[in-house]
């Protein structure tokens, strides 16, 4: 296996899918769908015969109607009680669906209607009931993750394993987005022991609220004016270490299946984060504002049997998550040459490109810090995208006129601005970073995607996502 410690882009799904910079894809706020003329991952690998399958406990994937899950065959959501029934296959286009995805379609509008989120509140006397239940519903949901994440890896080897026998089979690409370190928090007893203390322990559970409270309250997010920092941060790394172990041992889990089912030494598997989290550090929490360390120096792991990669190098040069993309379609033969000259195996290449990150705002947060603290925003200056560019052991951040160079091998806190001592390598990396601005092309502004029903839109917001 091969260990990059990358500086990826935040909201790196995208990436992965299209191998393009956020400025390329364009696909940043919730509400926009990737532009029809982008190629997906998934569209690639099914052109040339493999079966694309997608297992998604993320409702930014799979869920809502950005077109992320074009080309997959088949996709399955979970993470909320009923997303199975109503939301499998919902990517399929109307004129294609089949009866049983029209069916669960109708299904998921009547749930919404239900729960009185429809503009045809039909159901809206009984809403103001239902809704409470609704919540508890979504919290036993949380409290099960585990399980259901176990449910997704274990239909996920099925997958792998049916169409690697018999006369029919066909290469497999299978996508699996896992959402055990993400709030709500609901971490196994075994991994909560393993982090706690023994006084948090005696609290347990009244922790959990406060963690999963903090975390979804936006005003959080920016500044922890009204959190005790030192123990609320010292809360907050056990509890999200209890997580990332949980969903480690599923993941070993899942790996130890394809091993003893042979089918390990025939796969190459790509491990990696979407992105960190602020928990605590320079007073703030969750991932929605910035490109600090915390939030995009994320694990990459690869195990590749065909030998492209060598066997047990561990790499520490900066790499863009973006260009897993360009790996796996190298990997599949079907890349072109600027894709395989992009490809992570590319040893040249991954020391002569500078990776880029990109942060932009969210609106709705903007819009929601700005009601409850107005000029927070503005002071922070995140109404503009953050974009860091990495060349030898620097990282230059500009986020309109502020500016940071920091030392990211030495300085990994992050906390010595260098800007100012270090002109020359500012202004070089500023310039740097406008031609790459220039060279990204916005594909279309006109990119909102279909409006979701609120089922979908509860989910979210129990997941901390929107307000």
Request: aromatic residues 10%.
């Amino acid at each position: 296996m091969q260990l990059l410690q990358p500086n990826g882009q935040f909201r790196h799904m995208p990436q992965f899918f299209t191998g393009l910079y956020p400025s390329e894809h364009t696909l940043f706020q919730m509400e926009h769908a990737l532009p029809e003329e982008i190629e997906t991952l998934a569209e690639r690998l099914g052109a040339v015969g493999y079966k694309t399958v997608g297992f998604s406990h993320n409702p930014l994937v799979g869920q809502i109607t950005n077109k992320l899950c074009k080309g997959f065959h088949q996709f399955r959501n979970y993470n909320y009680l009923g997303a199975s029934l109503l939301t499998y296959q919902l990517s399929v286009e109307k004129a294609n669906a089949s009866l049983s995805v029209l069916l669960r379609r109708k299904m998921r509008s009547y749930a919404a209607e239900f729960l009185g989120y429809s503009k045809n509140r039909r159901f809206h006397q009984l809403s103001q009931y239902v809704f409470p239940l609704w919540h508890g519903l979504l919290d036993v949901s949380g409290k099960s993750k585990y399980r259901q994440i176990r449910s997704s890896l274990q239909a996920a080897v099925k997958e792998i394993e049916n169409h690697s026998i018999g006369q029919h089979k066909k290469p497999v690409f299978t996508f699996i987005n896992l959402m055990g370190a993400h709030v709500p928090y609901a971490p196994p007893s075994w991994a909560l022991n393993r982090f706690l203390s023994k006084s948090m322990r005696k609290n347990v559970n009244n922790l959990l609220r406060n963690v999963n409270k903090w975390q979804v309250d936006v005003r959080n997010w920016l500044a922890m004016d009204n959190l005790p920092l030192a123990e609320g941060q010292e809360i907050l790394n056990a509890f999200y270490d209890a997580e990332v172990a949980a969903q480690d041992a599923e993941v070993g889990w899942f790996l130890n299946q394809l091993t003893q089912k042979g089918l390990l030494k025939n796969t190459m598997v790509v491990i990696v984060a979407d992105h960190g989290d602020h928990l605590g550090e320079k007073e703030r929490l969750n991932h929605a504002f910035g490109v600090y360390r915390e939030l995009t120096n994320v694990p990459l792991l690869i195990y590749d049997p065909s030998g492209d990669f060598s066997h047990g190098a561990v790499k520490h040069e900066p790499v863009s998550t973006r260009r897993i993309f360009h790996s796996i379609v190298s990997a599949a033969a079907v890349a072109n040459q600027k894709e395989h000259q992009l490809s992570l195996a590319n040893e040249t290449s991954v020391k002569n490109e500078l990776p880029v990150s990109e942060g932009m705002p969210l609106n709705w947060a903007i819009a929601r810090l700005e009601r409850l603290q107005p000029g927070i925003v503005s002071t922070h200056g995140y109404k503009s995208p953050s974009l860091a560019i990495f060349d030898d052991k620097y990282k230059f951040i500009l986020q309109g006129e502020k500016m940071e160079l920091y030392d990211f091998i030495n300085d990994i806190s992050e906390t010595n601005n260098l800007y100012k001592s270090e002109p020359k390598r500012v202004a070089d990396l500023r310039l740097q970073l406008g031609h790459l601005k220039k060279r990204f092309e916005q594909l279309t502004n006109n990119n909102r995607s279909e409006q979701d029903d609120e089922v979908i839109l509860a989910h979210l917001r129990a997941l901390g996502y929107i307000d």
